[in-house]
């Protein structure tokens, strides 16, 4: 059963949040056949996508940091209220280098055509596992989040030793996202919750797949399907997060052969009969 965080949070007053449901990435090869149309073009992934979906986490920009030109493709390629959630270059919180200003710049000024568009909801920082709540890693997190203001931004632990009042009173001083999950219930990650810390709310469904989690990759590890029921767990979650926020962002990572695409339509589905 879904236990929620217990931290507490004022109604947003005007009660006119917006909803997106969509996937993280959607350029995947095994995507063909189970998602897109069989002769579907690469390059009209994206335009396909978005007669489904009204956002899309940006994975690649973990691994290849953006370039304004292929943004601005994107910006051309989808709707005018359609957004995008950017996931931070892995140097910012895997490999952890010395931050500069300079290179936070870099990053930030590639996202331009987004800004202008309107279509940049958030930058997505999500810390691995290593990432503990130690004294370095606080002061890390600080500076990181620094020199990171100008953009909203959103947080993502997969260390249960974050899930603390502190962190989320810390967060909520500055406005900042934290970034709900859905993970196997194992030792030490985090458990699922439905905290707002500012006025955009954040929801990351990975899967439940116990047995690939620690010996896995990165496609095994989430090769995993909801059931309906596993679903239905955050309906009344969700319905709370969206009283206490203007935009929810709720993202499915569970990616092996379009599951994640399934998925999200079904969670649609679901909250239409729900309301």
Known sequence: ?????NVRMEEHKNNT??????TSGYSYPDWVGTFYPPNLSRKDFLKYYTTYFDGVELNYTYYSPPKAKTLEKMVNQTPRDFVFSVKA???FTHERKEITSSSVKDFLTQLQPLKESNKLAVVLL????????????RYFLCKLLDNFREVPLAVEFRNKEWQRDSVIKELRDRDIS????DLPSLKNLPSPTGIITSHIGYLRFHGRNSDNWWSGNNVS????????????QWILPIKRMLSTSSLLL?????HRNGKATQDAKKLKSLLRSAY
């Open 17 to 22: 949040a917006r909803l997106i449901i969509g």
């Open 178 to 181: 934290y970034v709900n999950v």
């Open 89 to 91: 270059h892995k140097s």
């Open 250 to 254: 709720v993202f499915f990572n569970n």
């Open 126 to 137: 999500q810390f691995p596992y290593s990432f503990h709540y130690t004294k370095q890693n």
């Open 1 to 5: 059963m879904l236990k929620l965080y």
């Open 221 to 232: 590890r989430y090769d995993y399907r909801y059931t309906d029921e596993e679903l239905n």
